[in-house]
């Protein structure tokens, strides 16, 4: 084998038996040690090499127990629209209703965080400026359905019943409903969906591998006045979701 790409010349050769059926799919693999022997290279090759099928998503690592051929697991639509935030309540829990699933989530906030440049920029303010930010873990039936990285700025909620999200008369009801209790009246949102490769953290979250794909959705809410009142970015496993927009016609007068 070239010395440059060894453990490429080997996740080759695994890939090919791999689509052969050689392991049936849930199948757990032979060591890398077996491997390395095999295909006289080193250990560290030869877990290279099963790395890299992992992150195309042929194979899954399992700790403590071993490598397995990945089986294809059910890949769901969510719908991204604007008739979601007007159902009143949150609408994560109503798209999880549409689907009989039980929807929860986990959260964390933190108030008088300085806001970064960029989610400065995105919010209108100054950097440095105070900010609520606020992480959540979305779950379905308990399991991890999408991430979130919410950044309110305090001058639009300090004082108010809504400075923590998650706490208070409105917990739980989403920003539209939040805001306008406090006389913020949101009438716009725009997305932007980019792909990218799961990191450590978002994988360990998202209960996927490394280098997994995921949607990466910067969104930001907008009041009537074209004053951006809330942004966040959202991160969903492209393996178990994929990500549709509802665009509502006007009908013709």
Known sequence: MPRETPYLQVADAL??????????LGEKLPSRARFAEEYGVGQSVAQ???ERLIIEGLLEGRAGSGTYVRRPRERLRMVRSRRRERR??????????ERRRAGSWESRSNARVPAPEHIAERL????????????????GDGLPVQLSQ????MAITDGTPI???????HAGAGVVERMRSIGVDIDTAVELPRPARATQEQANLLGISVGD???????????TEGRPVETADITV????????????IDPAT
């Open 124 to 139: 209108a303010i100054e950097p440095g400026d105070p900010c609520v930010h606020t992480m959540y873990e979305f779950l």
């Open 163 to 169: 400075v923590l999200p998650e706490m208070g008369p």
């Open 88 to 97: 009143g309540g949150s609408p994560f829990l109503a798209d999880m209703e």
């Open 150 to 153: 919410s950044w309110e700025p």
């Open 15 to 24: 890939r090919t038996r791999i689509r052969a059926g050689e392991w049936a």
């Open 237 to 248: 496993a492209d393996v178990r979701w994929e990500i549709a927009y509802e665009i509502p």
């Open 213 to 223: 794909l995921i949607t990466e959705i910067e969104r930001t809410y907008y009041d």
């Open 48 to 50: 290279r090499a099963m």
